[in-house]
């Protein structure tokens, strides 16, 4: 099964895993061929003998090398087991980077990443945060129409994120500090939307704070690539999204407890064999 796996898809090495002293080169090289192979499925379910054999390594070495990027928070390490409590599976995840195409990570070939001028999406744009943010803030009578029927549920998890801010406290908040309560008010709203918010207990208001500002960092790194944002309200939107939509993995704010089973999920491999 294992020898079909490989990916036709780009892998994807950020900068802050590239130049990371504290990361073997091989961990570098592994972290990439893990967004590879997570794109089909949106987590990546080589085994360690997989990963031996593709870098000519020990089974040992590749998991001391899972548990470090574990350990990093790069990844996250999910064991699966049967009703008999056995393993049948453990899937890695990438956690640290929050914007995942389709739900999955990395982008493809055939979908590339990022939004584009000619995508057919529907492009999240200023006038749209605009007007939903003169709704909540200066009252204005009726709500944007792509809300319709969603205000009271919208204002309630404004309110609960302190997000529904004053005029007069406006007056003394910077330019960026609006931009940033216009964009996630509006990504709130849709998340309300599309019935997704109940997941956001998962996260609380630092969190989602500190996201956009993760997603403002990718921003400019990727600023004048192929890779440019076209669409940063649309980028941040779906990195949340996505963070939610892991329901069943933790998220890269949550804390990592799976290195143990990590390290013994290849019950086969030598764990005395050196690295070659």
Not at 135 to 163: C, G, H, V
Request: aromatic fraction near 14%; include cysteine.
């Amino acid at each position: 099964m294992e020898e079909d796996i490989r990916a036709n898809y780009y892998a994807i090495i950020p900068a802050y895993i590239r130049y990371n002293k504290e990361l073997k080169f091989g961990e570098r090289l592994m972290y990439g061929e893990i967004t590879a192979l997570s794109n089909k499925s949106g987590y990546c379910y080589a085994s360690n003998k997989y990963f031996a054999d593709l870098y000519g390594v020990s089974q040992s070495t590749i998991s001391r090398w899972i548990s470090h990027l574990a350990e990093l928070n790069s990844i996250d390490v999910q064991i699966i087991r049967n009703e008999k409590k056995e393993i049948i599976e453990r899937r890695l995840y990438i956690t640290d980077t929050p914007y995942m195409q389709n739900y999955t990570y990395p982008y493809t070939q055939n979908n590339q990443y990022p939004i584009r001028k000619k995508s057919k999406e529907n492009i999240i744009n200023n006038n749209m945060l605009d007007s939903l943010f003169n709704y909540i803030i200066k009252k204005e009578k009726q709500i944007p129409k792509e809300f319709l029927n969603y205000e009271l549920q919208i204002l309630e998890l404004l309110n609960k994120y302190e997000l529904i801010y004053t005029q007069d406290t406006l007056q003394y908040m910077r330019n960026e500090n609006i931009e940033k309560v216009k964009v996630i008010c509006y990504s709130l709203a849709m998340l309300e939307k599309e019935n997704v918010s109940y997941l956001l207990s998962r996260m609380n208001r630092e969190q989602i704070f500190s996201l956009y500002d993760e997603c403002k960092l990718r921003e400019q790194e990727y600023m004048n690539t192929d890779n440019e944002i076209m669409s940063f309200t649309n980028y941040f939107y779906k990195s949340l999204k996505g963070q939610l939509l892991k329901s069943k993995c933790s998220s890269f704010f949550m804390p990592k407890n799976n290195k143990l089973e990590s390290e013994s999920f290849d019950s086969e491999e030598d764990e005395d064999e050196e690295e070659r």
